[in-house]
């Protein structure tokens, strides 16, 4: 029905950037609440940012100021600038969306993950 496909992951030195990327794709009417959250090994999923369909954000206190979260409608993608980043910023993100769908049987508001993209951050 719908898919969220991530890219953007990969290795990058402390102090660096890397932009992430997450495209829905599928019976979509609509696309509400846009999130990014990450997984570090050992740690809970924690949520990193948010976007509403309006384009309000708002951002964990660890990476506020050093990310960026945006999204362009028109495509259904939500990306994540980041910057300056840390060490402890490694971990796997996941993107999440509140996607509403209509399929020949069903229609409504659903939540959706992505696959999740690795960022590590070497010291």
């Not at 600038?81 to 209509?102: F, G, W």
Request: hydrophobic share 35%.
């Amino acid at each position: 029905q719908v898919q969220l496909v991530e890219s953007g992951g990969g290795l990058v030195q402390a102090g660096g950037s890397l932009r992430l990327s997450c495209a829905a794709s599928g019976s979509i009417v609509s696309v509400n609440v846009m999130d990014w959250y990450r997984e570090a090994p050992g740690k809970q999923r924690e949520l990193v940012a948010t976007i509403t369909n309006s384009g309000s954000t708002n951002y964990a206190d660890s990476v506020a100021g050093r990310f960026t979260i945006s999204r362009d409608n028109a495509k259904n993608t939500v990306y994540l600038q980041m910057n300056s980043l840390k060490p402890e910023d490694t971990a796997v993100y996941y993107c999440h969306a509140d996607i509403r769908i209509t399929t020949g049987f069903l229609t409504g508001t659903y939540s959706y993950w992505g696959q999740g993209t690795q960022v590590t951050v070497s010291s």
